[in-house]
């Protein structure tokens, strides 16, 4: 194993490299409370317009890396993307010398040998791979760049052609109405597809193409409400490769009483042995799924590079979350790990950093929602309805601003004047409001990173919830490595109830605090929402189930509860 000074050498290595490319040095503490690289400061100010209130290096990748299995994969595909091919194979073979089975070393050692000329020595780990359960489409998806040497090979070749891969990964459904439904894929190489919903309901073709990552998003129209459907998948008019009979339930006629449920949750870094929790959604049977943020775990705020792609293609190929999202329509937002880096603020701009919207962009390829922001001003905000409960999902990120420095925004103006549009035109009996951050002030202490370092904006929407008379508003959020429950009171209208959950998979774990209703953090868990608008007085009931499908927590809550004086 690494002695001491290879562990100091080695995060001497990624802090400098870090220095080269945003042009300062790691760590540099300016002259306010917070973090931000040299060209965060616009000429003439002195607090920059991007940030982030923890230091702006590259911890994530050297710091207790030997404990956190998320991480030491990513190690080692920074060191192979950054031209560094012999050690990302010597860590690798530490690795396996420790854990024989560690199918991620694997994978990493044999892109490494094949970046190293070691061809027969590639191949050879890659079967040991396979032989031992790693999917093939990982070696299919990439990062395409530095697995050249190994996928034009003729051993390769030859494996690939005995497992019959056309989809790499996916199906996802997503966007589904009471008569319509979204399917996105990730095919080998460019191709049309199509999707077809049986007995005989076709998508018109669409083509997948390098520009997009090789994906692409089918639409099928005129299904029936509250109906189950099998659907197919056909690659240049064959049948794809996939998750075997794969179906969906389109949902209830809008604004219908109808019951269902929504699973939801953050805090999902990959995580092998827990990546079983995606089956224990499943077996819930939700009609949706929302991810809250921190859902790959990227932390490298630049340009999209093998390291981001490959951190996508280890969650998406594995046959679990397969399962899940090609019967579930899933739907996800971003947060801090996968916008930037810990605890960031992106700013106030579309187009700065330079960085911003590739990554946007990038997170658009690898998701199915229903729509990005606004066309002039993009984010990974959009709203949805099941029957009569409306969703509010919510950026916390695109267009947040430095915490320290007034006037400050966690929305942006555009966001906040869309989501208080939306309210007011809502009918529905709840309006879930989806938040990457939690709400309740006391659930991250101090920390200015959620909405406790805008009070005055969760205010003004308080404020304007009271003021507009709008009832059976729920509140979601994620953030935070357990899974609570908040009763927030409020001078001017009906207590508001948040319900959080954040840890997924991760391994890591944040305290229960004081002044919840009651939390969860022993296992990975995620949150359960029941709706029931079928009774007189509405029901919601949230549950936390845990990864061997405990239930820990059970809160019911009528619509009654969440009225103004005078009306329901």
Not at 182 to 205: C, G, L, M, N
Not at 342 to 362: A, H, I, M, N, R
Not at 412 to 441: D, H, M, N, T, Y
Not at 512 to 534: C, H, I, R, V
Request: charged content about 25%.
């Amino acid at each position: 194993m690494e002695t001491g000074v290879t562990v100091i050498v080695r995060k001497t290595l990624f802090l400098a490299v870090l220095s080269l490319l945003l042009g300062c040095p790691s760590g540099e503490e300016r002259p306010f409370k917070g973090y931000a690289p040299s060209d965060a400061y616009m000429e003439g100010d002195d607090h920059p317009y991007y940030g982030s209130e923890t230091p702006w290096d590259l911890r994530f990748f050297t710091e207790h890396i030997e404990t956190l299995a998320k991480r030491r994969g990513q190690r080692q595909m920074l060191d192979i993307v950054n031209g560094r091919a012999d050690d990302a194979a010597k860590y690798a073979k530490e690795l396996l010398l420790a854990n024989p089975e560690d199918l991620e070393s694997m994978f990493n050692l044999s892109v490494a040998q094949a970046q190293l000329g070691q061809l027969d020595q590639a191949v050879a780990t890659m079967r040991e791979a396979l032989d031992g359960g790693l999917p093939i489409e990982r070696f299919v998806a990439g990062p395409r760049n530095v697995l050249k040497p190994l996928v034009e090979s003729d051993a390769f070749r030859g494996e690939l052609a005995r497992h019959n891969v056309s989809l790499i990964h996916g199906p996802m459904v997503g966007a589904v109405t009471a008569t319509s439904a979204r399917f996105w894929v990730r095919t080998a190489s460019e191709a049309d597809i199509r999707v077809i919903v049986h007995p005989d309901i076709r998508s018109d073709p669409v083509r997948t193409h390098v520009g997009a990552d090789y994906t692409a998003v089918a639409e099928v129209r005129g299904l029936q409400p509250d109906t189950a459907y099998t659907y197919e998948v056909t690659i240049d008019g064959d049948a794809a490769t996939g998750p075997d009979h794969p179906s969906f339930r389109t949902f209830p006629a809008a604004g219908a009483p109808a019951k269902f449920a929504v699973g939801f949750g953050g805090g999902a870094g990959y995580v092998p042995e827990h990546e079983r929790v995606w089956d224990v959604i499943r077996s819930h049977g939700p009609l949706a799924f929302l991810f809250l943020g921190d859902n790959v775990y990227v932390d490298l705020p630049e340009m999209p590079n093998g390291l981001h792609y490959y951190t996508y293609y280890r969650r998406q190929s594995r046959p679990e979350f397969r399962r899940l999202v090609a019967t579930t329509s899933v739907y996800a937002i971003w947060d801090d790990h996968d916008s930037g880096t810990d605890d960031v603020w992106l700013g106030p701009y579309v187009d700065q950093p330079p960085w911003k919207l590739p990554l946007f962009q990038q997170f658009r390829e690898n998701w199915n929602n229903p729509s990005y922001g606004l066309d002039e001003h993009p984010g990974a905000w959009f709203s949805f309805a099941i029957g009569d409960v409306e969703f509010f999902l919510l950026d916390c990120r695109f267009y947040r601003t430095n915490p320290y420095v007034e006037p400050k925004t966690m929305l942006g103006p555009v966001q906040k004047k869309w989501l208080f549009e939306r309210l007011q035109q809502s009918g529905s009996s709840f309006k879930v409001i989806a938040s990457s951050v939690p709400w309740a002030f006391e659930s991250k202490g101090d920390a200015v990173d959620t909405w406790n370092g805008f009070r005055e904006e969760r205010t003004e929407i308080f404020d304007f919830l009271a003021e507009n008379r709008i009832g059976g508003v729920i509140l979601i959020s994620a953030d935070r490595h357990r899974s609570d429950a908040w009763r927030i009171e409020r001078p001017n209208g009906y207590p508001l109830y948040e319900f959080e959950s954040s840890r997924l998979t991760n391994e890591a774990v944040h305290e229960l605090m004081p002044g919840a209703l009651f939390g969860y953090n022993e296992k990975q868990s995620f949150g359960l929402l029941a709706f029931d608008t079928t009774v007189p007085d509405h029901t919601v009931t949230y549950r936390i189930v845990n990864i061997d499908n405990e239930v820990k927590a059970n809160l019911v809550v009528h619509r009654s509860e969440l009225a103004h004086v005078g009306t329901h």
